[in-house]
């Protein structure tokens, strides 16, 4: 759903540009080889942490991974030699699950959200509470919003800030259009001055269940909708190109060297693609790998599995770049809703009685499924709720048992909720995870409170369940579902403490190194770019994060604070700014 939201902006979007930001520090050398020492060395290869005294750089690639006496002969004469003074220099982190598309909508806009927000130049306090959410609204408007401009504004939802309406945002202002965005940037809520200036009419949305005219509330299909209506006042391209410049911001901060849009396309290939290459042809330091939407390249291609399929196939030769790589014989497929709007599918239903939604009839899903099974696809299923991933559960069952398959890495993405039987349904299935971790910080108190109840509420992404087994278990934000900071992702496995410093389901905790592993090698491995990216490791690309502590040497709870120094990207070191 949010990608298809943001294709329909992205295909109108005229191109944009962005001022090239990056700080290059490694020296240029005589031999082009460039030595790191003096530090902790996390190499993140095997089951337990190993540390190497020296790294040897060169052309891009790791040369040698050892002793510090050896890593001086193998670097020859004339090398570059940087001394880590004690700092701790790990590979760089991989994010195998984020929208930079719907990051650049929402960062350069206002932000009003039940937690803080951190951009690169400033942090959008958090606002819980109806009263102060009405309160932080009306001062955001009468400070910033034009009469000639719709005002945008994102972060709403109804469990922190209450109800919302269009007679609401009317009594804010009734000159000046305001659209409030929810904060899973599934439904948006619209006062009578933004409906007259984007022109909607109510005839327009006639027996469409998703849109309540009269609380200017346009909710998923309602949402969907709207949007061909609304692009020309949404996306402005000086505000979006700040918001690309935010997000690359973002990424290079967070110690961030390879990220992956799982879904690629939403809606229009070429604007799509084009709009991201110009982006990547800055060169910044990290690349981007695509996988393809089967579900949306279905309905591209006359709803038809095999076209999509040999559309697939031929955008790697066609598409890739130096820089922005489609990953062969990989697809995104969609089981259940949405989290943040408790529309995934959960067994037994919700506390108040309603229902949640599936994204793919299940008749296509369970085709697909067995489609891209049978072609020998890595196939990667969105699912959220513990019915929408017993689905997929099923589904793969009967495609193992038709036509077994060694080492398949299907992988459920998200996993808000699952039960500790599914766990080992998932485990001796062989299938893989990336989860959200971030769900249960944000989300865990309140869904105890309202929805999903306290055994559930309190045991969201149960990740101990499934690393217990061996399932390997990579982490993602999903940004803007979660903030694009693999250590807080890491920090919340291991320490599974709230956002209302409640300790929930303890004995899902993780230990601090397969959290680590959840950020770098476990997360290429998602990719299967292991081989490639993730661990320290001679012939891999020289892809690495530089802290100032080790978050193996101290205390737990201070994991998320740690100090990313800088990276450095295929041999290139790029240092933070203080």
């Known amino acids: 759903m949010k990608n298809s939201i943001l294709a329909f ?17 490694t020296a240029t050398t005589e031999n082009g080889a460039t030595v790191y020492y003096n530090g902790d060395i996390l190499t993140m290869e095997g ?29 020859g004469e004339g090398h570059n030699m940087v001394d880590l003074e004690g700092k701790t220099l790990m590979p760089g982190f991989v994010e195998p699950h984020v929208h930079p598309s719907i990051a650049a909508s929402i960062l350069p806009n206002e932000i009003i959200a039940p937690y803080d927000w951190v951009l690169p130049t400033e942090t959008k306090k958090g606002v819980i509470g109806h009263d102060a959410y009405i309160k932080a609204l009306t001062e955001s408007v009468q400070k910033n919003a034009k009469a000639d401009e719709v005002y945008w504004v994102w ?17 804010i202002s009734k000159d000046k259009p305001i659209a409030v965005l929810h904060r899973s940037f599934h439904e948006v809520f619209l006062n009578d001055k933004a409906i007259e200036v984007m022109k909607i009419k109510e005839a327009d949305f006639k027996g469409n269940p998703q849109v309540d005219w009269k609380k200017g509330h346009f909710f998923e299909g309602g949402w969907l909708g709207l949007v061909p209506k609304i692009a020309k006042w949404f996306i402005v391209p000086e505000r979006y190109s700040k918001g690309l410049e935010l997000m690359t911001q973002l990424i290079q901060k967070n110690g961030i060297t390879t990220v992956a849009e799982p879904g690629f396309p ?16 800055k060169n910044p330091p990290y690349s981007v790998y695509l996988i393809g939407n ?18 697939m196939e031929a955008l790697p030769e066609k598409y890739n770049t130096s820089n922005i790589m489609f990953l062969p014989k990989q697809t995104k497929l969609f089981s259940d809703g949405a989290i943040y709007s ?26 697909q499924i067995k489609f891209y099974w049978d072609a020998g696809y890595k196939i990667h299923v969105h699912a959220n709720g513990d019915q929408g991933i017993q689905q997929v559960l099923d589904y793969v069952a009967e495609n193992v048992k038709t036509n077994p398959r060694k080492d398949h890495r299907l992988t459920l993405h998200h996993m808000g909720y699952f039960s500790d039987k599914q766990a080992a349904q998932v485990s001796e299935l062989g299938i893989e995870a990336s989860v959200n971790p971030y769900y249960l910080w944000a989300l865990a108190d309140k869904y105890a409170e309202k929805g999903l109840g306290k055994e559930r509420g309190e045991n969201l992404v149960r990740i101990k369940s499934l690393t217990s087994r ?109």
């Open 266 to 281: 939403s809606s229009d290939f070429n604007l799509e693609y084009n709009l991201l290459k110009k982006e990547m042809d």
């Open 470 to 578: 061996g399932v390997p278990v990579s982490f993602h934000s999903d940004f803007a579902m979660a903030p694009i900071e693999p250590l807080t992702l890491a920090w919340t496995a291991v320490n599974r403490v709230t956002s209302q410093k409640s300790k929930f389901s303890q004995d899902q905790r993780i230990d601090a190194y397969t959290a680590l592993k959840g950020i770098t090698i476990t997360s290429a491995r998602t990719l299967n770019l292991e081989n490639e990216i993730g661990s320290i490791k001679v012939g891999k690309m020289a892809d690495f994060t530089i802290l100032a502590e080790n978050p193996l040497k101290i205390d737990a709870n201070k994991i998320k604070d740690i100090k990313v120094l800088g990276t450095v990207y295929r041999g290139k070191q790029f240092d933070n700014a203080n």
């Open 155 to 171: 972060g709403y939802h109804q469990l922190w800030h209450g109800d919302l309406s269009r007679d609401m945002l009317n009594k």
């Open 294 to 311: 089967g579900t949306q390249l279905y309905g591209m291609n006359g709803n038809s599995n095999e076209k999509a399929k040999a559309y």
């Open 9 to 25: 902006f992205v295909s109108i979007l005229m191109m944009v540009s962005c001022k090239k930001n990056e700080t290059s520090t």
């Open 47 to 75: 089951d337990k942490a190993t540390y190497a005294e020296a790294v040897v750089v060169k052309d891009g690639k790791i040369l040698f991974v050892g002793k510090e006496d050896e890593a001086m002969k193998q670097a």
């Open 342 to 367: 408790q529309l995934m599918r959960m067994e037994g239903g919700y506390t108040d009685g309603h229902q949640g939604e599936w994204m793919t009839p299940l008749d296509l899903l369970k085709a």
